[in-house]
Each structure stands twice: as C-alpha cells, then as structure tokens.
C-alpha cells in the first residue's frame, strides 16, 4: 500500500486512544517500510525493475525478508506491546502501537504482489493478493476508498480529506500501465525509487500529521 494509505490509517489509531500522540502512530504504522527503507539504501534486501517502467507491476520487490516477512511484523508487534506495558505500565497503550505496527503488513497483503515472505529463512511461501500486477486500478481504486475511509471514521477536517485524496492521485499514474508519468525514471534505478518512496513517507506522514491534530485533548507517550 502506498504511503499516504499506510499514514491515514494511524487515524483509525488515534480515534480508538485519542490522548496518543499522533506522530507515535505515524512512525508505528510506517515502521516496516523504515525497515526496508534502511535494508535497501545498505544492500540487505533488492529492489528490481523491468527495463521500461510503466506501472507498480513493472516494480518488484525481489528480497525483503527482513523487513515485509510475517514474522517480523509479529516481532516487532510483541517487542513494542511488552516494551510499552512494561515501562509505561499502560496496556491499551501497548496494544493500540503493537497493532498500528502490525497494520501495516495486514495493509500490504490487500493489493502487493506476491512478494510479501513468511519468515527470513524461506522463499516459500510468499503472501499477496497480487492486484498490483494483475489488477492495478482496483488497487488504486481500494486504497483510495481506504484512505477516505480512514478520514470520515476519524472524522477528520475537510484539508485532512483533500490531503488523503490528492496524494492518492499523484499515485495514478504509477497504477497506471496506459499513462505513463515520472515512474518510467525508476527502471533499473532501485535507489532513486527507494528514495522517492522514503520522500513519500516523510511527506505524507506530515501532512496526515499537520492536519489530523487533535488538539483538545491531552496527549500522551510524548
């Protein structure tokens, strides 16, 4: 799932636990990618491209053991529940960050490509629904409607809406095998892509940040 996809839904998060932090949630949800993030940049997991790339499905994420496997999301879940009840003695605490981590894994098998690994010790079996190759526009046309979703639950602020919907459409074309847009520049460049979605993350997270605060109320885990 997208970026802007994964930060909306830390808004579901913080309707259920008002008094959190909502930056807490946006760096819990986008953990994994941070993960992978680093592992690309050092050369740990691979990210390939078809010579020419015209859409997601021309995108491969060859190699991500580390970061997208299910027992990582299940690690790093358990490791921030027991970390957070532990030193903060605050269960729901610990289970709304644990399960904003776990989201995003949950996220990404709805549309990625079967590229999502079991464990770090097998390339079988691998997890996704494979829209993103095989059906892009229902992708987009899912995590948009998801993103939304996040917004009217969170019954977020019109500029909030407006943020989750544009961000989406700057997403079309990469949905997109018939228009091509600033995709094609990531084929055979693995860095450039890995910084671009690095950027994505950043950006939107600030934005679903900037226009999601919830400043009546008291926030904690600050």
Not at 43 to 51: K, M
Not at 155 to 184: Q, R, Y
Not at 193 to 205: C, K, N, R
């Amino acid at each position: 799932m997208f970026a802007i996809n994964h930060a909306s839904a830390a808004l579901l998060f913080k309707k259920k636990y008002p008094a959190i932090n909502l930056i807490w949630l946006l760096l819990s949800v986008q953990l994994v990618e941070y993960f992978w993030v680093f592992f690309n940049y050092f050369g740990l997991e691979i990210t390939t491209t078809e010579s020419t790339v015209k859409y997601v499905g021309d995108i491969h994420l060859a190699y991500m053991p580390f970061s997208h496997s299910l027992l990582t999301s299940v690690i790093l879940s358990l490791a921030a529940y027991f970390v957070i009840r532990f030193f903060l003695k605050n269960t729901k605490l610990a289970v709304i960050i644990a399960l904003a981590i776990a989201s995003h894994f949950i996220l990404d098998l709805i549309v990625h490509a079967q590229d999502l690994p079991l464990w770090y010790f097998t390339t079988y079996p691998m997890f996704g629904t494979n829209l993103y190759p095989a059906l892009p526009y229902v992708a987009f046309l899912i995590e948009s409607l998801f993103g939304i979703f996040c917004w009217w639950y969170y019954k977020g602020s019109k500029p909030l809406l407006i943020a989750i919907i544009v961000f989406n459409l700057l997403n079309f074309t990469t949905f997109s095998p018939d228009i091509i847009g600033l995709e094609k520049y990531f084929a055979n460049q693995p860095m450039l892509l890995t910084s671009v979605i690095f950027a994505q993350i950043i950006i939107t997270s600030f934005f679903v940040w900037y226009y999601g605060k919830i400043k009546a109320v008291k926030t904690v885990f600050v």
